[in-house]
């Protein structure tokens, strides 16, 4: 019912930017609530950030906080990442998600509606 799709990865160096897209594809008129996941190799699955169907309300981990930014575009069934001051350990496979609020993102409940994954690699 709904397709996520995300973009924008790739291989850059300690220090820089990258902004990471993500649109999806829906039915319906719902605003979902939009985020991003990030998994490294050997690690498990963590959140990174999420927004809300609108782009009022923000929520980051706190490894990243500063450096990256959430937003939806004007077209609210997209979302944007956009990552300053990458680091090594930054790198991962960062996925897009959707669900119906920040809530079902960010808590226990597996979140309804994933992406296929982007590569961010970043080199020392």
């Known amino acids: 019912q709904v397709q996520v799709l995300e973009s924008g990865g790739g291989l850059v160096q300690t220090g820089d930017s990258l902004r990471l897209s993500c649109v999806i594809s829906?039915?319906?008129?719902?605003?979902?609530?939009m985020g991003w996941f990030r998994q490294a190799p050997g690690k498990e699955r963590e959140f990174v950030a999420a927004?809300?169907?609108?782009?009022?309300?923000?929520y980051y981990t706190d490894s990243v906080k500063g450096r990256f930014t959430i937003t939806r575009g004007n077209a609210k069934n997209t979302a944007y990442l956009r990552m300053n001051s990458l680091k090594p350990e930054d790198t991962a496979v960062y996925y897009c998600?959707?669900?119906?609020?920040?809530?079902?993102?960010?808590?226990?409940?597996?979140?309804?509606?994933w992406g296929q994954g982007t590569q961010v690699t970043v080199s020392s």
């Open positions: 998600v959707a669900d119906l609020t920040t809530s079902r993102i960010m808590g226990a409940e597996p979140t309804a509606y």
């Open positions: 829906k039915r319906t008129l719902t605003n979902y609530a």
């Open positions: 927004v809300d169907g609108i782009g009022e309300s923000r």
